[in-house]
């Protein structure tokens, strides 16, 4: 009763005040994993050894979150546990890039801003933060800002080592990771980087891309031949990826890229990167306009650096592993409004 009536009246109470409210009852719980998540953990588990038609042709279900699966960690500072998933190390979420990592960030929610589906009012949820396939997840504040960092395979590097460490820094006015150094003093991304969770572009996601990069990407796609060569069978699609800002407005920019290549043969495609020059509708400026900044010659790759603000973008030849490749650095000519050598 006194919960229902403190919520009841934390309807009516200024922002700031309610939201102390929501995290005083919060923290009752920090350490303990909501259920949502614990079931999700569980059923991830379990449902991998389904047999629809024999399910009882399985191992024991798990009915308890291993110890160490579901891990209370401190991302953005807010009062609330964020949650780690350290997946269990099986061939389940393991592979040649480590073990699935997946990270829940929390989300205070004004009053009568969410509420669940049977019509009660949410006080918190989480935003997935990370979720990809990592080495251990280094967490811990570095000068004022919590660093997320990891250790990847090593075809995410630009140098010979056999493994590479990338790491972001949680900004909350995006609500997600974004680029940064990482504690290794690495600080160049290859290509577009290693996302921290994936995004395919469908209904949900197109709304926040620029229309004129969607019109492209589906323009410039093309089909593959089967495996005799008579005819395209599968078609494949530019690829677009949202990077660091380039020209200083602080709006994320973009890299168009070649579709993947058919049979491996050459691509006859160069990257290209287009800049904001506005903010769109998105909740953080995502889906404004935007300009062809830059055209890549084929067979060149994009390197990014993060060590500056705004980033740096380096246009590099095709390098082979075990190889260290010299790129051009360009910069951003306001001007001109171009990247520019």
């Known amino acids: ?83 780690l998933i350290n997946w269990p190390e099986s061939s389940q979420f393991c592979g040649t890039g480590g073990c699935e990592r997946t990270l829940y960030v929390s989300k205070i929610f004004a009053p009568g801003e969410a509420s669940d589906v049977d019509g009660h009012e949410r006080t918190f949820g989480f935003v997935l933060a990370f979720d990809r396939q990592a080495g251990n997840l280094d967490i811990r504040e570095i000068n004022g800002e919590v660093r997320v960092e990891s250790s990847f395979h090593h075809l995410n590097c630009d140098d010979t080592r056999r493994d590479c460490r990338l790491a972001w820094g949680w900004d909350p006015k995006i609500e997600r990771l974004i680029e940064r150094p990482s504690s290794d003093g690495s600080h160049i991304i290859v290509s577009a980087g290693q996302r ?29 031949p089967d495996a005799q060569g008579v005819q395209p069978t599968t078609r494949v699609d530019l690829l677009i990826n949202d990077i660091p800002d380039l020209n200083g407005d602080g709006i994320r920019d973009w890299i168009v890229g070649p579709p993947p290549i058919c049979d491996g043969g050459p691509s006859e495609y160069g990257f290209q990167v287009w800049v904001s020059t506005e903010r769109g509708p998105g909740p953080h400026g995502e889906g404004g306009a935007v300009s062809m900044a830059y055209q890549a010659l084929p067979n060149n790759w994009v390197h990014l650096d993060v060590a500056r603000e705004p980033a740096q973008l380096i246009v590099a030849p095709a390098c082979q592993y075990g190889n260290v490749c010299t790129g051009v650095p360009l910069h951003w000519n306001a001007s001109l409004t171009r990247l520019v050598e």
Not at 27 to 50: C, D, K
Request: net charge negative.
């Open 196 to 224: 921290p969770v994936d995004i395919e572009i469908d209904a949900e996601t197109a709304e926040w891309v620029p229309s004129l990069l969607l019109e492209r990407r589906l323009a410039g796609g093309k089909g593959c």
């Open 1 to 83: 009763m006194f919960l229902a009536l403190l919520t009841a009246a934390c309807t009516t109470l200024p922002l700031e005040v309610s939201q102390t409210v929501h995290r005083s009852l919060a923290a009752e719980t920090a350490q303990t994993p909501p259920a949502g998540l614990a079931w999700f953990v569980l059923n991830e588990i379990n449902s991998f050894y389904l047999n629809r038609e024999d399910p009882t042709d399985r191992p024991s279900l798990v009915t308890e979150v291993p110890t160490g699966v579901l891990v209370p960690v401190n991302v953005n500072n807010d009062g609330i546990s964020d949650w």
